[in-house]
């Protein structure tokens, strides 16, 4: 990539000249002054911007900009020209020698000269590997026209001349259609109208060579410049790469834009539920994923997050029918069994219950979550036709047994248990040690029992 190299190389296959049916806007590209100040390049409000990247060494170029300059009178009434040098892009730190040549040019030239940087070096490549189906590195002399919106209308790969530069500012304000036709290598109909502008494959090639932050700011821009707004793929991009950071209040309101314009999108929809379930706002979450799950009914992530969110919101019904859908999907799937026996034990649905913990325990005999429920509801069920104090106590002695009787929450249900059988002493013992155990091991939400 250009940042592991000490500047961009000399052009050494011939001039090319793109001109952009779809004009996008660049991320921010900073430079520096000859005195040190930090700036950005963008045009102003009544002239486009002719952005150049030379170096010291590079005869093309210094052809190139003194043919600019000698054509300034030309030149400076149509277009700003701001000449940026490449000849050191290291750390960051600018040579003497690199701030001598740049010097020295700005006496005998009469435009802007400046100290290109790594990043926006960086920001340049990305931009042109978005723009172009098969991406090349930048080389020298490069230049990127941007009309007065900030936007790039034409690349100059290798030195242009001033006609050719004074006839595409010329040319600079035209239409969608006009700017599709000078984009055309050769004359024809179109069928269809011109492309909307859209950020999304910019944002994919930020998003790729890691630079999240880069990828926001560049999306809020967008936001503030653009009247139509961005599209759902664009807000999504980034907000799925900061849902993956742990950003997740600027992921969701990225989501909730995404969301407004396109209220039924399945993936849009989950992320935002996902981000709403992390930050413990479940009851939000809902609507957002039963909509999600509505537009990809086949999703058993989405149906599986839905179940744990009306679990925790003690939406049992939905729960219920959700978790069953899940089971007839996969009769191997032990969660999903396991949260249909809850949601009918929380209804009231004992006998129910009681079914799906033997079907779950008969399954896997080994899992610890199916003994313990089983037991549990053996031992405590209001139903005295369904409590089985001496079938509790061997499911729960069994699961105990298997962990050296170190888990706070398997002890607690093996005294409910010894308790339903009559055994209090021994169940009063248990329940000391395992209040022992969650100090010991700080399970604060156990240590009540």
């Not at 020698?97 to 920001?123: C, E, I, K, Y």
């Not at 919101?313 to 029918?321: G, I, Q, R, S, V």
């Not at 010894?418 to 395992?434: D, I, N, W």
Request: hydrophobic share 40%.
């Amino acid at each position: 990539m250009l940042r592991d190299k000490p500047s961009p190389p000399v052009d050494q296959q011939g001039s090319a000249r793109i001109v952009l049916a779809n004009r996008v806007r660049p991320p921010t590209l900073p430079y520096r002054t000859l005195n040190g100040h930090e700036r950005e390049v963008k045009p102003s409000s009544d002239r486009p911007v002719l952005l150049n990247l030379w170096a010291s060494w590079c005869q093309p170029c210094l052809v190139e900009l003194n043919s600019w300059n000698e054509a300034a009178e030309h030149l400076k009434s149509s277009v700003d020209v701001v000449a940026l040098n490449v000849d050191v892009l290291d750390d960051g730190t600018d040579s003497e020698d690199a701030q001598a040549a740049a010097r020295q040019r700005q006496m005998a030239w009469s435009f802007d000269v400046g100290l290109a940087t790594n990043d926006m070096v960086d920001m340049l490549s990305i931009a042109a590997d978005a723009l172009v189906d098969k991406p090349q590195p930048l080389v020298v002399p490069t230049s990127f026209l941007l009309d007065k919106q900030g936007r790039i209308a034409v690349v100059y790969r290798g030195a242009v001349s001033v006609e050719q530069l004074l006839d595409d500012v010329k040319q600079i304000d035209g239409t969608a259609e006009e700017n599709r036709d000078l984009a055309a290598h050769f004359p024809g109909k179109w069928f269809d109208a011109p492309l909307p502008s859209d950020p999304s494959v910019l944002l994919k090639k930020l998003l790729v060579r890691g630079r999240l932050e880069a990828a926001n700011d560049y999306l809020q821009n967008w936001i503030d410049a653009e009247a139509k707004g961005p599209t759902v793929e664009s807000l999504y991009l980034v907000a799925d790469a900061q849902r993956q950071n742990g950003e997740l209040e600027k992921a969701a309101k990225l989501l909730k834009q995404a969301h407004a314009i396109d209220p039924i999108q399945p993936r849009v929809n989950l992320d935002l539920a996902i981000c709403l379930m992390n930050m413990r706002q479940i009851e939000e979450a809902i609507p957002y994923l039963e909509t999600a799950l509505a537009g990809d009914p086949q999703n058993n992530d989405t149906r599986k997050r839905l179940v744990i969110a009306c679990s925790q919101t003690k939406a049992y019904p939905t729960m219920e029918l959700h978790a069953r859908v899940l089971v007839n999907n996969d009769e191997e799937d032990l969660v999903a069994r396991m949260h249909l026996a809850h949601a009918l034990k929380k209804q009231g649905k004992y006998r129910a219950a009681l079914s799906q913990y033997h079907i779950s325990a008969q399954q896997q005999p080994d899992s610890l979550l199916a003994m313990n429920d089983l037991a549990w509801l053996l031992a405590t069920c209001p139903d005295d036709t369904i409590r089985n104090g001496q079938e509790a106590l061997r499911i729960a002695q069994t699961a105990c047994k298997s962990t050296d009787h170190k888990q706070p929450a398997l002890l607690d249900t093996l005294a409910a248990a010894q308790a339903e059988a009559g055994k209090f002493e021994e169940a009063a013992s248990t329940l000391r040690t395992a209040i022992a155990l969650a100090v010991a091991m700080k399970q604060p939400h156990l240590e009540a029992i």
